[in-house]
Structures are given as C-alpha cells and as structure tokens.
C-alpha cells in the first residue's frame, strides 16, 4: 500500500536558480498556499535532490524537486465495489473512463451504490493507491461516453482551473427529435431549475448563461444526429436546449423526447481535449458511438 496520494517530481531550470523552493512550487507547479500547507500538516513531503526540505530553502539550476502528496481519506460513506472499467487513459495524475449509459458518476440517495464513484474506488482499492475519487466533469447516470477523473486533489485543482481557463474541452454527439431549422447553430439560453421539480432545469431568465453549440451530421428517419460542443456545463443542458428549440433528445422522457426506439436519452461524449495539468501536453481522446446509438442511425 503507498503511503502518499501521489508523488510528483521537477526539474528546475536556470529561470529559478537561486529562487526560494516556495516560489517555484507556487508560480511553475501551480501548488496553491493551502495546497502547500496540506502537505505540510497532513503527512506529505517535499524533497530536494532526495533530502526532505522546507519550502524556504533555495533551489539552483538542475535540482530535483519532489512532491509527496498525503494520502487522502474517503468518505465512510463511499463503498468501493469491484467491476472492470473501460479506460481509455490513465497515467500518475488522470484517469479516463468511458462511461456505458445506466451508471451514476456519483451514488445519490436513489442510487447509493454501484456508482462509477464507487467503482473508482475499487480499482483504486486494487492499485494501492491511497485516494479519494475527483470526477473533473459529470454526466447523467443514461449520458455514456467519456469521463475525466483526477487521481489527486492537486490534479483535480489544477484542472478545474484549466476548466475555468477554456482549455478542458468536451464534445457530445446527441440524436435529437426531427430537423433543426440551422445545419449549425448556437443554443445560448439561461438555464435554472425547474421550481416544479427536484429534477429537471428548464430555460429561465433567473438562470445561469448557457451555450451549446452544434451542428448536424445526418438526418436519419428517427431524427438527426448532431455534433455537439459545450462552451458552458450546466446540469441538463444539452437536454434542455434541444427541448427548447422543439427537438427533444430520443429517449428523453423528462424533457419531452420519445422513448419507442431507444430506452434512454441517446447522448454520448465522444471526445475530449484538454490541456495536461503538470505536462501542459494538449491530450485529444475520442471513442465510438454505444451501439444503441449506432444502430439508430443504421
């Protein structure tokens, strides 16, 4: 069983020679105050050339840096369980999973088990790795496709960040009701929640700006498929801007889509690019369409 979270190693260059360690931890390894006082207070450790260090210590031109992260506890209420998972990328900090339709990202109060949360854990559990599960995006429990997980909360800030900076990006492919009038277009509506319902959200002035672009790549007689990128990641919302413009996703009862050819919302996220968040490497990952989905078109 490891003892850290992770261990995270740097190379200094000569842009830091003679600069305190604290200065090149916060400004080149994006490890914030707080984050820095976790290691420090909770069991981690910072080594400098393979000899334990305080951040006040200065660094020169070729020096290693290493960042032990402490091992971070679960939730008592987090089961981990076993199932194998589909993933599709993995290294010291990400982890990618292709989702199937029918799993929560998270357990809920309906769904309190057998949630890709706890299946994360399971495999961590398998792994020895001492975390806890960082989903960087979500999808509907019916959503299939891709789904990016920090394996440490450094990761997990450093992405949400990289998020919030425009360059996590996601793209859907969704069989919508009918023909939209536009080969492409931009869906940009407010969307807040629905005051009649613990569930659903619906477009409301009172809401949150929302904007789904997309644009349509076959008309089938079921309906269309399209291609879809989010700019903003609001529950539902690629659901609830197809309803809004009159073609509801197939399979998508709570908003208005026929459920005779398909038992649950035909949306998957095919592909993701994003911007690693210690190597700055842009990584580009795409997977196919479920059958389900495939077989609708064919």
């Not at 993995?90 to 292709?98: F, G, P, R, S, V």
């Not at 919030?164 to 929640?193: F, H, S």
Request: charged fraction near 25%; hydrophobic fraction near 35%.
């Amino acid at each position: 069983m490891n003892r850290y979270a992770a261990t995270l190693s740097w190379r200094v260059d000569e842009k830091w020679d003679q600069e305190l360690l604290r200065l090149f931890l916060r400004e080149h390894c994006h490890i914030s105050k707080r984050g820095l006082a976790d290691i420090k207070f909770n069991g981690g450790a910072i080594a400098l050339n393979g000899e334990e260090v305080t951040v006040r210590k200065l660094i020169k031109t070729g020096d290693e840096v290493t960042v032990c992260l402490p091992a971070e506890e679960v939730s008592s209420s987090l089961l981990a369980e076993d199932k194998d998972l589909d993933i599709v990328f993995e290294d010291d900090h990400l982890l990618l999973i292709n989702k199937e339709a029918g799993i929560s990202t998270i357990p809920s109060r309906e769904h309190p088990v057998h949630s890709l949360a706890n299946f994360v854990l399971g495999y961590y559990r398998k792994k020895g790795l001492q975390t806890t599960f960082h989903a960087v995006n979500r999808l509907d429990r019916d959503t299939s496709g891709l789904l990016i997980i920090a394996k440490h909360r450094l990761a997990h800030d450093r992405l949400s960040k990289l998020q919030q900076e425009g360059c996590v990006n996601r793209y859907y492919k969704a069989l919508v009701t009918g023909k939209p009038l536009q080969e492409k277009g931009t869906i940009d509506a407010p969307i807040d929640r629905d005051p009649n319902s613990i569930i659903s959200r619906q477009v409301r002035e009172s809401g949150k700006r929302a904007v789904t672009h997309f644009s349509i790549i076959k008309v089938t007689n079921q309906g269309s498929l399209v291609d879809i990128k989010l700019e903003t990641g609001r529950t539902h919302q690629i659901r609830v801007h197809f309803s809004y413009i009159g073609h509801p996703l197939l399979g998508d009862d709570l908003y208005g889509g026929r459920r005779d050819v398909i038992d649950r919302h035909a949306l998957h996220c095919y592909k993701v690019k994003f911007q690693h968040p210690f190597t700055n490497e842009w990584i580009c990952i795409t997977t196919d369409l479920p059958m389900d989905m495939r077989s609708l078109i064919n």
